[in-house]
C-alpha cells in the first residue's frame, strides 16, 4: 500500500494550463478506471474535483480534467487561476480492495 | 443538504483508546459506503478504512488493521472508528468521508468530506 506518487510542487502563471501526474502500479491505477483527484485549501476538507478518471462532479468548474495512460493519471488545470492555489491529491482503488491516495501536489500560481 | 461531523477527537497517551464519531445528515449512512480517511499535520492524506454500505465488508490500511475498527448504527445515522493501542504516528486530523459507488460495476471515490476532528497521541 506505498502512496502513488506527485510531484511535490507545480507552478504556473494567470491563465496558463498545468498537469499533475499520479503514478501508480497496475494493482491500483493501471488497473481500475477508479481514480479520484482531491483539491484542499489550508486548514479545509479536501474537496472532490474529478471522479472515474475523467468525470467532473456537478458544480466543479470545466477548467479540470483528467485522463489516464496505463500507470499513470493526470489531471489537468487549464486558465489557472489564483483560487486554484492548493494542495491536489489523487486516489485510486487497490486490488486489495482498500484505497490509497498519492503524496500531494502544492499548486502555487506565480 | 449533506453535512458530516465530526467528533471525539483530543489529546491521548500511547497506547490508549478513542472512539470517533461521525454524524451524517442530509443522507442515511446505510445506503453508502463510508470512509476514515487521516492527515498528519503537515502532511499528506492517508486512506484508513471503509465499510461497505451492506456492512458485509469493512477494510483497513495495513498500518491499523487489528487496531482500528469502523462501524455504523443506522438508526443513528452515525459512523464511527474505534482505535486502539494508539501510537505517536496515529496523531492526525481524521475525516469521515461518503462512499459513492460499489468499485465493481459503477462508481468508486467519495464525494462529501466532514471537517475533521484532531487525535493527538503523546505521554
Known amino acids: 500500500q506505498s502512496a502513488l506518487t ?3 510542487s507545480v507552478s504556473g502563471s494567470p491563465g496558463q494550463s498545468i498537469t499533475i501526474s ?8 493501471g488497473g481500475y478506471n477508479y481514480v479520484s483527484w482531491y483539491q484542499q485549501h489550508p486548514g ?6 474529478i471522479y472515474d478518471v475523467s468525470n467532473r462532479p456537478s458544480g466543479v468548474s470545466n477548467r479540470f480534467s483528467g485522463s489516464k495512460s496505463g500507470n499513470t493519471a493526470s489531471l489537468t488545470i487549464s486558465g489557472l487561476q489564483a483560487d486554484d492555489e492548493a494542495d491536489y491529491y489523487c486516489s485510486s482503488y487497490t486490488s486489495s480492495s482498500t484505497y490509497v491516495f498519492g503524496t500531494g501536489t502544492r499548486v502555487t500560481v506565480l | ?3 458530516l461531523v465530526e467528533s471525539g477527537g483530543g489529546v491521548v497517551q500511547p497506547g490508549r483508546s478513542l472512539r470517533l464519531s461521525c454524524a451524517a445528515s442530509g443522507f442515511s449512512v446505510s445506503n453508502y459506503g463510508m470512509h476514515w480517511v487521516r492527515q498528519p499535520p503537515g502532511k499528506g492524506l492517508e486512506w484508513v478504512a ?3 454500505y451492506d456492512v458485509s465488508n469493512k477494510y483497513y490500511v495495513d498500518s491499523v488493521r487489528g487496531r482500528f475498527t469502523i462501524s455504523r448504527d443506522n438508526s443513528k445515522n452515525m459512523l ?5 493501542s494508539l501510537r505517536a504516528e496515529d496523531t492526525a486530523v481524521y475525516y469521515c468521508a ?15 468530506w ?8 503523546s505521554p
Open chain 2, 50 to 52: 471503509v465499510i461497505w
Open chain 2, 1 to 3: 443538504q449533506v453535512q
Open chain 1, 22 to 29: 499520479c503514478t501508480g502500479t497496475s494493482s491500483d491505477v
Open chain 2, 80 to 84: 464511527y472508528l474505534q482505535m486502539n
Open chain 2, 114 to 121: 466532514g471537517q475533521g476532528t484532531l487525535v493527538t497521541v
Open chain 1, 44 to 49: 479545509k476538507a479536501p474537496k472532490l474535483m
Open chain 1, 6 to 8: 506527485q510531484p511535490a
Open chain 2, 98 to 112: 461518503r462512499g459513492r459507488g460499489d468499485c465493481s460495476t459503477t462508481s468508486c471515490y467519495t464525494d462529501y
